[in-house]
């Protein structure tokens, strides 16, 4: 099976106890995460935002609270669109069924394109950053939040441990599903030991790309702009 049907499977199967262990696992903080990435982003009512995969909509909705009108979500995932609709009447008719790779939009067509741990599930990241730089605007802007490992040992120590020992029991008794949470930590390490953002999006032609690391850096925001 390849990643692309990998992922899909996967998100379509936990989609519906998808956001309540997000906020489990990560004790709320990610809702601070993702206003955080959107204020660095700087975001406002005249911004055309393409969200990413965007699973049930947490980051568009965050952004629609904070003043953005026009709004798109993407996600490979039918379940996990099927659920955004039933939290927010807006976003019918503003979802697309779509992969990264191949952004079926007109060429500077978007001012901001957002995506929220879900650049690891990419299975071509540089053609991905290729595509969103298609699309964008003239000093438009991708925003990534993505997980990563700390950089201080005991914590790392801490992280991992965590990761791989709680996280997958956590996961399976609620969302019956152990694969999803064991993909989850092994994905991590493998992004966080092969992948370096900030060189991809400067290889895909951004003009300036900045990096900013939250929470004892477990999680990382790049913004690069065209």
């Known amino acids: 099976m390849n990643k692309k049907t990998l992922v899909k499977n996967m998100f379509d199967s936990i989609a519906y106890r998808y956001d309540l262990l997000n906020h489990l696992l990560s004790a709320g903080v990610d809702v601070y995460w993702r206003k955080k990435a959107l204020k660095l ?23 629609k609270k904070m003043g953005v009108k026009n709004i798109i979500g993407a996600d490979l ?6 659920l955004f609709t039933k939290k927010s009447q807006w976003a019918k008719g503003n979802l697309i069924q779509m992969v990264a ?16 741990f879900g650049v690891r599930n990419f299975y071509d990241i540089p053609a991905s950053f290729d595509s969103f730089y298609n699309i964008l605007k003239p000093g438009g802007k991708v925003t990534v939040l993505e997980f990563r490992l ?21 996961g399976k008794m609620i969302s ?11 994905s991590v390490e493998e992004f966080d030991k092969n992948v370096n953002l900030r060189e991809l999006f400067l290889k895909s032609g951004y003009s300036n790309v900045s990096v900013h690391s939250l929470t004892f850096g477990l999680v990382q925001i790049v913004i690069a702009t065209k």
């Open 41 to 63: 982003s700087k975001l406002n009512g005249n911004s055309i935002l393409l969200d990413v995969a965007c699973g049930t909509g947490d980051f568009a909705i965050t952004a």
């Open 77 to 82: 995932s039918k379940e996990m669109l099927l």
């Open 101 to 116: 790779e191949n952004c079926p939009f007109k060429d500077s067509s978007v001012t901001n394109i957002t995506v929220a």
């Open 150 to 170: 700390p950089s201080n040992k005991v914590l790392r120590k801490l992280y991992q441990f965590y990761f791989k020992n709680i996280l997958p029991i956590i």
């Open 176 to 186: 019956k599903d152990k694969e999803a949470y064991t993909y989850l930590p092994e």
